[in-house]
């Protein structure tokens, strides 16, 4: 709606270019206050669809940390990072728009259109998996899913929760489930026998952390204990066999954690 109001403003000179040459030599004050109204729009409509990204990614990360425990976290990292370099841009090109006479800002607001195309098409061309988290909108379908049962949602009390909890922190150590890189929520609440609602309400409240940060937590816990085992341990093989799907996953997730890379981490425990 917005983008057809700043056709439907200036249909005429769309259908009639001579008006815009007749209004540049006249001063015509009444097209220049439509083409104001119309850039304004313009304008306030790519802030508000920014806000709705930020609001959209926000949602899908949390997803994504509720659900899953095997993703790369650089990925929002990155995607972040295009939504704060999308905010720039659309920043110069407001400011270049109410600055008539400031070509600067008008070609400086192009090329970085220009820069940020072509730097997430190269990314994702070397990369086509940069920003996809798989089968996640049909892992939160299933949890939202079990949301319309009150016996699947309804509060549980602490010292359920805490039963819960010791119930999960046990299967995790007995049977080492970390390990597993295909490791779900919805794959643990099975395991263990609640639904998946009740296993993030334990997570979140009793714990104080999502399915990603929990899961992940043993995974470091393992690793940092072999590193102290066998100092020369291949790191890559470590980081696979403990539950990570690739070594990029595996450096970020351990670096969050712990403040270090893998190798970092090595060579300090060797001093």
């Not at 509720?66 to 939504?83: E, G, K, M, R, T």
């Not at 940069?130 to 699947?152: N, R, Y």
């Not at 119930?167 to 639904?195: C, I, P, T, W």
Request: proline share 2%; with cysteine; net charge negative.
């Amino acid at each position: 709606m917005p983008f057809l109001s700043c056709y439907i403003l200036n249909v005429d000179l769309i259908f009639a270019p001579d008006l815009i040459l007749q209004a540049s030599t006249t001063g015509a004050e009444s097209l220049s206050i439509r083409f104001l109204l119309a850039s304004t729009i313009m304008y306030i409509q790519a802030f508000a669809y920014m806000g709705y990204t930020a609001l959209f990614l926000w949602r899908y990360q949390r997803r994504a940390q509720n659900n899953y425990a095997s993703f790369n976290p650089d990925i929002f990292d990155w995607l972040w990072i295009v939504q704060g370099f999308n905010l720039v841009i659309w920043s110069i090109k407001t400011a270049s728009g109410f600055m008539s006479d400031n070509i600067i800002l008008f070609v400086a607001g192009d090329l970085l259109i220009a820069v940020l195309i072509y730097g997430i098409g190269m990314a994702q061309w070397r990369n086509p998996k940069l920003f996809k988290i798989a089968d996640l909108a049909q892992e939160d379908s299933l949890v939202s899913g079990s949301g319309g049962d009150p016996k699947l949602t309804g509060a549980l009390d602490e010292s359920t929760r805490v039963s819960l909890l010791q119930s999960v922190v046990h299967y995790m150590k007995a049977e080492q489930a970390f390990l597993d890189n295909d490791l779900s929520l919805r794959g643990l609440a099975e395991a263990v026998g609640v639904s998946t609602h009740h296993l993030s309400e334990v997570l979140n409240q009793e714990e104080g952390q999502n399915f990603y940060n929990f899961v992940n937590n043993f995974r470091i816990e393992f690793v940092c204990g072999r590193l102290k085992e066998d100092r020369d341990i291949k790191l890559l093989d470590l980081g696979l066999n403990s539950g990570f799907s690739s070594k990029s996953t595996f450096n970020s997730v351990f670096k969050k954690h712990t403040g270090l890379t893998p190798s970092q981490y090595r060579e300090k425990n060797r001093q």
